[in-house]
């Protein structure tokens, strides 16, 4: 009768040890893919926001509505009130 060494065995688990360390890898540059496409995006929304509030305030002066607001009235830019200050939170003039 012949006796088995398990050596086939041994080989399996080296396998499975290298296809542990390659999917680690691949985990490990998917990550730091999505975390430079979330700051990507982060800047491109900054960009976009700042473009807005531009837009906004050339609207308004174009439409004649650059009037001065009082404090309490609504508000999207520190120009649109008389204070010069805009509470960019709750969106009203100081």
């Known amino acids: 009768m012949e006796r088995k060494t398990g050596f ?18 691949v ?10 496409i979330q700051e990507v995006a982060k800047q491109g929304a900054k960009a976009v926001k700042d473009n ?12 004649g ?3 001065k607001r ?5 508000c999207t830019s520190d120009s649109q009130c008389e204070s010069g200050e805009c509470d ?3 969106k009203v003039c100081k």
């Open 8 to 25: 086939g065995k041994a080989g399996k688990a080296q396998v499975s040890a290298e296809m542990i360390l390659l999917i680690a890898a």
């Open 27 to 36: 985990l490990a540059v998917a990550l730091v893919l999505v975390s430079q």
């Open 52 to 63: 807005a509030k531009k837009l906004d305030n050339e609207l308004d002066a174009i439409a």
């Open 65 to 67: 509505l650059a009037s």
């Open 70 to 74: 009082e404090a309490g009235e609504k």
């Open 88 to 90: 960019e939170y709750l």
